[in-house]
Nanobody, 124 residues
């Protein structure tokens, strides 16, 4: 059974940094892509970025491009979301998700497995 467990959320001041982790288990993920999504109160879940587990290719939403970086550690089966220059509008619950495909998809419905989410709060 696939399990995704996020960690690393918290409270940070605007301009600060956080690194989220997503530990994956229960599957061989070499054929998967991993996505990061976020959902703020009263808003729809939105795509933040994704990484192809095999190639390491990444893709980001325009709103985070240049500030956020996704990476993976194959040995640890863990994907990271490094968030720099955080803004109050980045405040949300952040989720990692897994999709059984080489292709990164921006739609949440394309992902098969989800973590429980971790709260990120950026104060102004």
């Amino acid at each position: 059974q696939v399990q995704l467990v996020e960690s690393g959320g918290g409270l940070v001041q605007a301009g600060g940094s956080l690194r989220l982790s997503c530990a994956a288990s229960g599957q061989t993920f070499s054929n998967y892509t991993m996505g990061w999504f976020r959902q703020a109160p009263g808003k729809e879940r939105e795509f933040v970025g994704g990484i192809s587990w095999s190639s390491g290719n990444t893709y980001y939403a325009d709103s985070v491009k240049g500030r956020f970086t996704i990476s993976r550690d194959n040995a640890k089966n863990t994907v990271y979301l490094q968030m720099n220059s955080l803004k109050p509008e980045d405040t949300a619950v952040y989720y990692c998700a897994a999709r059984g495909s080489y292709v990164i998809n921006v739609r949440s419905s394309a992902y098969d497995y989800w973590g429980q989410g971790t709260q990120v709060t950026v104060s102004s």
